[in-house]
């Protein structure tokens, strides 16, 4: 069980409060075009705030490689923090990040002050984790927050190299939310524990399909992966996405499941197309009988329900990968349906990052699932049971 201290386990008042935070938005023409991000770290910002502690905030943004780029600066996002917050949030413009300017703001703050230092990615250790910008990071404060689980899977100077020289560390209400469902409840579920998997490739999703055959009670794959378990079992694919190479392993992974007695569930029949474009002639097939020259975009509708009614009954429900290609308004229906019964259970559900809680958002059921994750590569790591270097680097409770 993964038991950290959080923000409600400290008291911040009169203490300088260094709070990584997950601010890579989008940004076009330095205007913020989705602000999420932003909004999801409010809680936690308020939080200290109210209790008199002095928050510094801290985050990267895109990828400047160690150069003070000006397009990747973060003082837009200091601008709308402060109509969020209805309180100045003072951005520490800063080509060193803690330089000379960062170290005066700090020294000005009093308690309740809000200061924003500039992007941690103008630092070129940043991202080697060099223990010169870690120093400086923590020289600023007595308390070190980790908000930003988007780079838990990470060992940055600014989520984890930071923590050597702070004495207290704790996780922010987003990570503790990503720990509770992702960590806690994938590892003691409530059952029936369904897994959903999907996306494009199984070489990606190795680790996870091994890790969560020891934890579900039914594993269903779908998506582009599935064809690989399809052309395994001697099916005809068509042009379908296929990795050849691992159809040795999807054979493995479903003796395992047969052994483990996990119920595990493939497509029965396929949306097929002879183009990869939403308007490219369709039509509904078997599993395993795609003809020559066409390629699997969805599943079809049979398993559709088939996997709808697999969710029905379960207790605890994690999800990762769409079921196809959900970007063309075609073939993504398969998607729709899951992401429907995923709504009307009363399950918990828990949506991996990326694709999945995209698909989720875009299709308008985002609102209905428990937890929706704000990491894509940390909540496979998550899900493939490895440990976190932004959430390890954490005291414990
Ligand atoms: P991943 O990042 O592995 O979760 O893969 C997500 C991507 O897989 C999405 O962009 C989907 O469009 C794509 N995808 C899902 N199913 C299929 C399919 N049957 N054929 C091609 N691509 C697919």
Redesign the pocket.
């Known amino acids: 069980m993964l038991n950290k201290k959080s923000v409600d386990d400290i008291n911040v008042k009169g203490q300088k409060v260094l709070v990584r935070c997950d601010f890579n938005v989008p940004l076009q023409d330095g205007k913020i075009t989705d602000e999420n991000r932003l909004v999801a770290a409010l809680p936690t910002i308020k939080k200290l705030v109210q209790d008199g502690g002095r928050v510094i905030l801290c985050s990267h943004l895109g990828k400047p490689k160690g150069q003070p780029l000006p397009e990747m600066s973060l003082a837009p996002v200091a601008a709308r923090l402060t109509e969020l917050l209805g309180q100045e949030v003072k951005f520490a413009a800063d080509p060193e990040v803690v330089g000379a300017n960062a170290k005066l703001a700090v020294e000005s703050m009093k308690d309740g002050d809000i200061v924003l230092l500039e992007n941690t990615r103008y630092r070129a250790e940043e991202t080697k984790n060099e223990d010169a910008f870690s120093k400086d990071l923590g020289s600023l404060a007595d308390v070190f927050v980790n908000d930003a689980f988007g780079t838990a899977h990470r060992a940055h100077c600014s989520n984890v190299g930071v923590t050597k020289f702070v004495k207290t560390n704790v996780v922010g209400y987003l990570m503790q939310k990503e720990i509770d469902f992702l960590g806690n409840a994938v590892e003691h579920p409530e059952r029936p524990f369904v897994a959903i998997l999907?996306?494009?490739?199984v070489s990606?999703?190795i680790s996870v399909i091994e890790n969560l055959l020891d934890k579900v009670d039914v594993l269903i794959v779908g998506?582009?992966?599935s064809?690989t378990f399809s052309k395994a079992m001697g099916g005809s694919v068509g042009k379908?996405?296929l990795e050849e190479d691992y159809c040795d392993y999807a054979l493995k992974m479903m003796k395992k499941a047969e052994e483990k007695g996990v119920k595990f569930l493939l497509p029965v029949d396929n949306v097929v197309a002879d183009d990869?474009d939403n308007d490219a002639n369709s039509q509904v097939v078997k599993a395993g009988c795609i003809p020559d020259g066409w390629?699997?975009?969805?599943i079809g509708p049979e398993t559709a329900k088939l996997f709808a009614d697999a969710v029905k009954d379960a207790k605890t429900v994690v999800w990762?990968?769409?079921?196809?290609?959900?970007?063309m308004p075609n073939f993504a229906v398969g998607t729709e349906v899951v992401a429907k019964a995923l709504a009307d259970t009363d399950a918990v559900t828990i949506i991996g990052g990326?694709?999945?809680a995209a698909a989720v958002n875009i299709l308008g059921y985002g609102d209905k699932m428990t937890h929706i994750s704000t990491g894509g590569g940390a909540s496979l790591e998550f899900l493939e049971g490895k440990e976190l270097p932004g959430v390890a680097a954490a005291d414990d409770k």
């Not at 390629?295 to 969805?298: F, K, P, T």
């Not at 990762?320 to 970007?327: A, D, H, L, V």
């Open positions: 999907g996306g494009a490739k990606s999703k998506g582009g992966m064809y379908s996405l990869f390629e699997g975009l969805d990762n990968g769409p079921m196809g290609c959900f970007e990326g694709d999945s």
